[in-house]
């Protein structure tokens, strides 16, 4: 357990619950279709943790090049969550569905969500990168990742994220939401108010 995500934010500092969770959509909205130009509301010590595993800001193995994003073909978890979404070598994530946030900690800058991540493979792993660069990159074959994903946010920033991965059959829906929803990409509030 990270302390991090227990620490209270002062009173005066703290966001209504729609900005957190517009805060929190940023991610998702800057990951689909990752283009390296979007508002990415993340703070400088931002860090993932994805099944247990750190996925940014990892040390470069001794001996090893630490990757450059100038120069990459894939995005690194060497580096910070700013330097992997305007790197643009997210592309592959076609859409980010059923978006639904289901949990909301004023107090403590928390949003816990659900969501779909879509990977439809074929064309959509060619793409070209913010500074022009043809890459290919992403899975060969069609998948969605179901994502439980919690965020840790401080005064408009993303410092803490996160996330549960389990891969699933592509484009299947959770059953919690309608169809429409269940494809949309819009963010839902579902709390209990």
Not at 60 to 67: F, L, N, S, Y
Not at 147 to 176: C, H, N, T
């Amino acid at each position: 357990q990270n302390p991090v995500f227990l620490q209270p934010i002062p009173e005066n500092e703290r966001m209504s619950r729609a900005d957190l969770i517009k805060t929190a959509n940023m991610y998702f909205s800057g990951m689909q279709r990752n283009d390296g130009k979007g508002q990415y509301p993340f703070a400088d010590d931002c860090n993932r943790i994805e099944n247990g595993r750190q996925s940014t800001n990892l040390p470069t193995p001794p001996g090893e090049t630490r990757p450059d994003p100038k120069t990459a073909t894939n995005y690194s978890a060497q580096w910070s969550c700013l330097e992997q979404f305007k790197s643009g070598l997210l592309h592959f994530v076609t859409r980010i569905r059923d978006r639904r946030y289901v949990a909301v900690d004023r107090e403590r800058g928390i949003v816990f969500s659900f969501a779909f991540f879509d990977h439809s493979a074929g064309d959509t792993r060619h793409f070209t990168t913010p500074d022009g660069r043809a890459v290919t990159a992403g899975p060969a074959q069609p998948w969605t990742w179901e994502i439980a994903e919690l965020f840790k946010i401080e005064r408009g920033k993303i410092r803490q994220i996160e996330a549960v991965l389990d891969r699933s059959p592509y484009g299947m829906l959770s059953g919690w939401s309608s169809w429409q929803d269940g494809m949309s990409d819009r963010a839902r509030d579902v709390t209990m108010r």
